[in-house]
């Protein structure tokens, strides 16, 4: 199985508040995580991403949290700002065939973040 | 450094016709992926190019097909096309590094089928 699950599928924050996005795996093969931030009418652009052999990563107000044994991880938005709404994904791929990847995403959240 | 582009931005199709969508990958990137985001759905993989060949396809059927040209620029070709093929379609590139990286995506073609 090569489903990522994402929750909740809609979010509403306000400013300085923190965001919290879920996401669990099926496949233990997958060994890369990244996350994905998508404003309307643009590409998903790289937020910040993981690997499996730690168990946290921050970049800024982003924090990736993993929990190998269970097979989740999630995404926290410190002091989130209005200019921080947009649709997440989270994402999870695996080395296939020695090359390159292929992306599974979850179905998004729209993140709204209230002034 | 230029990023992923796609044309055209809007392409509007009637049902049974077929669509053609352009990618460029950034420089010195050798891998394209094709993605389908159709509304409620998320994103889709349809497929992966990688020097020129058909690395990795996803769970659509064989009417969604592409190519791969020897500058890494890449087409992907819808026929029959249908009223659900209506979506957001997304080219990503990545460079050839054995290993997991990152893929950049371009802002998409929007394909109505009317």
């Known amino acids: 199985q090569q489903q990522v699950k994402q929750s909740p599928q809609s979010l509403i924050v306000q400013k300085g508040g923190i965001s919290i996005i879920n996401c669990a795996y099926e496949?233990?093969?997958?060994?890369?995580f990244p996350w994905y931030q998508q404003f309307p009418g643009k590409g998903p652009a790289l937020l910040i991403a993981?690997?499996?052999?730690?168990s946290e990563k921050k970049e800024g107000r982003f924090t990736i949290s993993f929990n190998k044994s269970a097979k989740q991880f999630s995404l926290h938005i410190m002091d989130s700002q209005p200019g921080d709404s947009a649709t997440y994904f989270c994402?999870?791929?695996?080395?296939?065939?020695?090359?390159?990847?292929?992306?599974?995403f979850g179905k998004g959240t729209l993140l709204t973040v209230n002034p | 450094e230029a990023g992923v582009t796609q044309s055209p931005t809007h392409l509007i199709k009637t049902r049974g016709q077929q669509a053609t969508l352009r990618c460029s990958p950034i420089?010195?990137?050798?891998?394209v992926y094709w993605y389908q985001q159709a509304l409620g759905l998320g994103l889709q993989f349809l497929l992966w190019?990688?020097?020129?060949?058909?690395?990795n396809r996803g769970n659509f059927p064989p009417r969604f097909s592409g190519r791969q040209f020897p500058n890494y620029s890449s087409e992907l070709n819808v026929n029959a096309l249908e009223l659900e093929d209506s979506a957001l379609y997304l080219c990503?590139?990545?460079?050839?590094?054995?290993?997991?990286?990152?893929?950049?995506f371009g802002q998409g073609t929007r394909l109505t089928v009317v």
């Open positions: 990503a590139s990545s460079p050839w590094t054995g290993g997991n990286t990152e893929a950049f």
């Open positions: 496949n233990t093969a997958f060994d890369y």
């Open positions: 993981i690997r499996p052999d730690v």
């Open positions: 994402a999870a791929s695996f080395l296939s065939g020695g090359s390159n990847y292929k992306l599974t």
């Open positions: 420089s010195g990137h050798t891998s």
């Open positions: 190019y990688d020097e020129g060949e058909e690395r």
